[in-house]
Each structure stands twice: as C-alpha cells, then as structure tokens.
C-alpha cells in the first residue's frame, strides 16, 4: 500500500499544474452551452437599474447570485424571469463578480 508521501508525490503543487481549480470552467447552462450574458443599466421611472440576463441556471444558483450581487454592491435586487436586476449603476462592478464566478459575456 503506498504511502501519503508518494500519494502526495501525484498532486499539483501549484494552481497552474493542473489541478481543479487550476482553469477555472466557463459556465454552462441547461443545453450544455457556454453561458453569454449581457449587463447593462437602464432608466425606469428616473432611477437607474443594472440588469444581467441570458442565465439559463438553476434557482438556487440565481438565488446566490444575487444574494452575493446584493452583498459586494451594497443595493437592493431582485430575481426577474431568470434576470437579476440591481438598484443603481453597477455595470462594471457586476461584471467583475460575475467574471469570478466563471461567467463570460456577450
């Protein structure tokens, strides 16, 4: 039986070895398709709103997705037929959370 040195011995060191985290996968949605999204702002009754669409995830994933947009931007969401949607300007903002997440965009 081998010992936990020579087990060791076979995993990355580093991130850029190949490990699992070492690439980080684009996001798919239900068809198997890399995930496109679009964000951008727009004025509804002389407030602006930032709407990130083309999801196609699961509920759960959205659910986190704007817990954790409602967090790092500090403003009020909401989920809209798989769209979130933010109080104020934060287009470039979201864009960057979401990037982290593993999300490209159209």
Do not use: C, W
């Not at 398709?33 to 759960?60: C, D, N, W, Y």
């Not at 997705?65 to 989920?79: E, N, V």
């Amino acid at each position: 039986m081998p010992g936990l040195d020579e087990l060791a011995k076979l995993l990355p060191t580093t991130p850029s070895e190949g490990g699992p985290g070492s690439k980080q996968e684009a996001r798919r949605g239900y068809n198997g398709e890399v995930l496109r999204l679009k964000v951008f702002s727009q004025k509804r009754k002389g407030k602006m709103f930032t709407i990130a669409q083309g999801f196609q995830s699961h509920p759960m994933e959205l659910n986190r997705l704007l817990d954790l947009g409602r967090k790092k931007l500090g403003a009020g969401g909401q989920l809209v037929d798989q769209t979130l949607e933010f109080q104020g300007d934060h287009t470039a903002r979201l864009k960057e959370i979401l990037k982290a997440e593993g999300y490209r965009f159209a």
